[in-house]
């Protein structure tokens, strides 16, 4: 896949993304996980032929931790809370900021790498899909560690067309122990302003 096109689609179905989760919807682990890992497995296979300059190597694997530690920023942001009877995720302010940021590092970074090495300027527009997997992987399971302090269930899947939703008895086990651990029903978890 051209890298210029792969980086549009990325722009796209993050701006999909924030625009769904500005209004709030259920926590889906399927969403937080799931699909996560398939973003950075296919980047992986659309970066194979990065892994012949080590410059690139090195570019890509910077990138990756960079968008995985502001994915974890980006967790510890969005709003987790119950309604009727799920729990529900919320984009903030702060988590769109944070996006921007995460793409405003990648980009610097590959501007950065041009400069040093002008053999690698091809390297800026590799990998946009995996350090976007790697980046939403982490960010799900903040919000999932979130999830579990709310009351409500975390389902795996929406239902469609008024099916009920599907759970994860992964996920309902680990709710339950933690209410065992913690003795009784968990509160509302905060946003990273929330926190002191």
């Known amino acids: 896949m051209n890298g210029v096109f792969e980086i549009a689609l990325v722009v796209v179905l993050v701006g999909y993304l924030i ?3 500005l209004a709030g919807q259920p ?3 399927k969403r937080m996980l799931l699909l996560p890992i398939i973003y950075a497995v296919v980047g992986v296979g ?3 032929q990065v892994f012949t300059s080590p410059t690139a190597i090195e570019f890509l694997g910077l990138t990756a931790v960079v968008s995985v530690g502001m994915g974890l920023i980006r967790g510890a942001s969005v709003r987790v ?3 009727n009877g799920l729990v529900h995720m919320r984009y903030t302010a702060v988590t769109v900021a944070l996006w921007v940021v995460t793409f405003a590092a990648k980009f610097g970074i590959g501007y950065l790498l041009g ?3 002008a053999t690698a300027e091809h390297a800026v527009t590799t990998g946009p899909m995996l350090t976007l997997g790697v980046s939403m992987l982490a960010e799900g399971i903040i919000v999932l560690a979130k999830a579990l302090r709310v009351p409500g269930q975390i389902i795996w899947d929406r239902g469609k067309d008024g099916a009920e939703h599907r759970a994860s008895p992964f996920l309902d086990n ?3 122990q933690r209410l065992e651990q913690h003795g009784g029903m968990p509160g509302e978890a905060g946003t990273i302003g929330e926190m002191r």
């Open 174 to 176: 680990m709710k339950q």
């Open 115 to 117: 400069t040093l090495d």
């Open 81 to 83: 809370y119950e309604a």
């Open 27 to 29: 926590a889906q682990g």
């Open 19 to 21: 625009f769904k989760r």
């Open 46 to 48: 659309q970066s194979w």
